[in-house]
DNA sequence: TTGTATGCGTTATCAA
DNA sequence: TTGATAACGCATACAA
């Protein structure tokens, strides 16, 4: 491979005259700044950001770490967090957790070992103990979307206390009062903090919250389908379910075409986070949704400043939900 | 930072001692290792994988380029990509490229400095000029979906002309005669294939092609929204339209829709590539789907396998699509 | 303004 | 089986 040495010695110069080229510095005549660049253009020669990062400390490069990629509500906020840092000439690395631990752990370790510059995660776990204890202190951490117990770091998540209580608000203005609710994944903020907001929002309207109405999820599909499942076996069903996330609300929607009901006429079914594309095509999911694209953006911009050296304490920014109503519930 | 020195230094041994017990090799006495293994563990210690990426020249990631990472087609694909690579301990460094040269040289350049073992691209030129020159020619490259000329290397694709005959063949079924087309991005070779495979399929029907049904489009919702209002407009408007992808039916829809028209009784829609989950909420859009996880998978072994030497002479995969039928189009 | 020398954290080579 | 020592490719302090 051929290196600064190898520039150098066709240009007539010393090495450090070409790092010197390369990176831009001042001190550095016009002549010698062209003879170089000559040769540079002429070789085609590409640095080793590698060994520069050895002498640098820094990889220019940003860890992301979500459940599932695949998943739109993910898929938009590493959009927003690309667009963000290949701008200022950032790369991405991707992991998939599948809300895995040990897939999580692996990652940590990973990117650990890559040096990356900084962390965006939507962590899948309840504690933070394996963040903490595999992540050295100085790497920039965003918390996306969710907030394990345990740890002091910059957060981006919306309000999904308000969420939940805009989706029962809706629901009971639509005369509904046996609301169903599958629960996401156990020991995640935003599942419990949903949930929370379900439950404050019933008592606002009066409404006792009924103990086999609320079932268990996972934030994956399967768990919205045996949810739902569940709730339609109960001898007095809900008239509307609540799922805790959309992928969640996908199998709930498996679940009830697999009893040979229909949305919203049987049932109705609304969630939390949009389905993007999906909502295009047919717009029928109600939602509370968040600003996605924005959310990337934003995690992506409280890491780089850390990176920049402004040292400050954790901050949190919290967005505002958005109801968006489409047909999937019906006044009763 | 603490290096492998710190270790050695701690354990009583050498450094190179640390780095056989780090990398598991032989030659280390059972005593010896389980002497720094036991330091190794107290500290906590991880080593520099871009120091290590210096001396045994593989950075362990491989470099993935899309044109848009929004696009579930491209998700599913990366999904794949990732959990093959993870599986095998290599990362993946994400690059949008929003059908834009400009960013896609970006990219290209990018990975080059950081030393990607290998590229999985969905490129978005017609020729491959800027991918030669900037790629050093020893890096594996598989190319996905399309193939820009003047390029040999490894190709994962569909039989993008069988799907075309698919969805005429379904569409003349159904008794269109008037097949309106809305084609891809110039250049492209996915584009190309597709727009033939719906010229011979007319053909076979006895179906002379009319130049006012074929439209241009850009493989975006917005060229598709274009696209599908030239169509609308025309005195003498199809029966039914194809469009080049997802994302432009998604356009053309949008397009049917500002019309005050609707699907199927007024028009018939129908595309290439699958939505994934916008079609579970409602199975609505016929297509003609790939197997784009499997794709996703295959790419990143085609990558891996020259990476572990078996040096071959380009390999291209061909994968079968399949007709997903749903509701969009209609018996006339 | 330029060059020399050294260090960044590993691994590979060669002796011991 | 282990340890010096020299790369790997670049950046930087220091000297010139």
Redesign the interface.
């Known amino acids: 491979?051929t290196s600064i040495y190898d520039i150098a010695k066709m240009a007539g110069v010393s090495a450090a005259t070409v790092s010197r080229v390369i990176n831009d510095e001042r001190y550095v005549s016009p002549e010698t700044r062209e003879k170089v660049q000559k040769v540079l253009r002429k070789t085609?020669f590409?640095?080793?950001?590698?060994?520069s990062?050895?002498t640098k400390?820094r990889?220019n490069?940003i860890a992301v770490v979500v459940p599932?990629?695949?998943n739109?509500f993910f898929?938009?906020i590493?959009?927003g967090i690309?667009?963000q840092a290949?701008a200022q000439?950032i790369?991405?690395?991707?992991?998939?957790t599948d809300e895995d631990m040990d897939?999580e752990r692996?990652?940590l370790?990973?990117?650990?070992?890559?040096?990356a510059d900084a962390l965006i995660i939507a962590s899948t776990a309840s504690f933070a103990k394996h963040i903490t204890?595999h992540l050295s202190a100085e790497i920039p951490l965003v918390l996306l979307d969710r907030q394990p117990k345990g740890l002091k770091a910059d957060l981006v998540r919306s309000d999904d206390h308000r969420g939940a209580q805009m989706l029962v608000d809706y629901l009971v203005a639509l005369g509904h009062r046996e609301i169903g609710f599958i629960k996401g994944k156990d020991g995640i903020s935003t599942a419990r903090l949903r949930l929370e907001g379900y439950l404050q929002a019933l008592e606002k309207h009066g409404l006792g919250p009924d103990e086999k109405l609320i079932v268990s999820g996972d934030f994956k599909q399967e768990g919205g389908r045996e949810g739902m499942l569940k709730l339609l076996a109960l001898a007095c069903p809900p008239t509307c379910v609540i799922t805790s996330n959309n992928l969640e609300a996908?199998g709930a929607?498996?679940a009830i075409r697999q009893m040979g009901l229909s949305i919203p006429e049987d049932i109705s079914l609304v969630c939390f986070d949009d389905?993007?594309?999906?909502?295009?095509?047919?717009p029928?999911?109600t939602v509370v949704a968040q600003p996605v694209r924005t959310m990337g953006a934003v995690a992506a911009q409280l890491a780089l400043e850390r990176l920049d050296g402004n040292v400050q304490k954790p901050r949190e920014v919290v967005m505002q939900m958005t109801l968006l109503e489409r047909k999937s519930a019906r006044r009763v």
Chains 1, 2 share one sequence.
């Open positions: 491979m085609g590409v640095p080793n950001a590698n060994a990062s050895l400390k990889t490069t599932d990629i695949t739109p898929t938009e590493i959009r690309e667009e290949s000439k790369a991405v690395i991707l992991f998939n897939k692996g990652a370790r990973f990117l650990m070992e890559k040096r204890s996908l929607l498996a389905l993007e594309l999906a909502s295009q095509v047919y029928f999911l």
